[in-house]
């Protein structure tokens, strides 16, 4: 059977904007700048008439909380001025197509955080590719791509039908607690002989750290 998120899934718009906070920072931090927007708001249309300044004060702990702000609010006044709205259920009719020249036409929005939109809340056979993502696919030899957009393209249409989310998830997680960008724990790693990193030796060989508290927190799988 294929991998399914559990219980209901969150709106489109919950999705496009927690992986927006999630760039450049942790999913723990993302998260607490996520909630602390709908407790504040308490709705999207609220947030999008909010001062910008109070906007950014309220995901500060994500890091990068003035371009944040500034594309979360465009995001909404433009979507708004557009449908009348900002309940987005009537997207779940789009295609795939029509969903990415939708979201990609806003600044700040890239085919990653649309393509979560499409898997985590319309649950499409779709294939975000992060920066865990990307690293893990190239050390192991799979694609040879110099960007996750690049890497995205080379891989969307290769992986089994069903398998998409199962592999995003768990490549994150393999790339946050195995394939580290820095100090990858080679010497504990299940792909080793598989593997084409060229450093691989060299990190085999170094002590493997006495904390290895895996962290297997992914935003997306709890708002």
């Known amino acids: 059977m294929p991998y399914e998120i559990s219980g209901d899934r969150p709106e489109i718009l919950d999705v496009l904007i927690a ?15 996520f ?31 003035d371009t944040k702000a500034k594309e979360i609010k465009s995001l909404l ?22 969903i990415y020249g939708e979201f990609l036409s806003h600044k700040g929005f890239g085919v990653k955080t649309v393509s979560c939109v499409l898997i985590f809340a319309m649950g499409r056979d779709a294939f975000p590719v992060d920066t865990h993502v990307h690293r893990t696919l190239n050390r192991l030899g799979i694609v ?11 891989v ?9 989310y199962e592999l995003h998830s768990n ?6 607690n195995i394939c580290k960008a820095k100090n990858p724990l080679c010497g504990v790693c ?23 508290t895996e962290n297997n927190f992914i935003i997306l799988e709890n708002i």
């Open 19 to 33: 992986t927006k906070l999630s760039q450049n920072t942790t999913d723990k931090s993302s998260f607490r700048a």
């Open 190 to 212: 299940f792909l080793y002989r598989q593997c084409r990193f060229e450093d691989k030796i060299k990190f085999r060989e170094k002590d493997t750290p006495a904390d290895t």
């Open 171 to 176: 490549l994150i997680k393999f790339g946050r």
């Open 156 to 164: 969307k249409d290769i992986i089994p039908k069903g398998k998409k």
């Open 144 to 154: 040879r791509t110099s960007s996750a957009e690049k890497t995205y393209e080379s």
């Open 77 to 98: 006044k433009n979507l708004r001025k557009k449908f009348g709205s900002l309940d987005l259920e009537f997207m779940h009719d789009y295609s795939n197509g029509k």
């Open 35 to 65: 909630t602390n927007l709908k407790e504040k708001y308490g709705s999207w249309e609220k947030t999008a008439d909010a001062d910008l300044r109070s906007i950014r004060n309220a995901i500060k702990v994500c890091g990068l909380a």
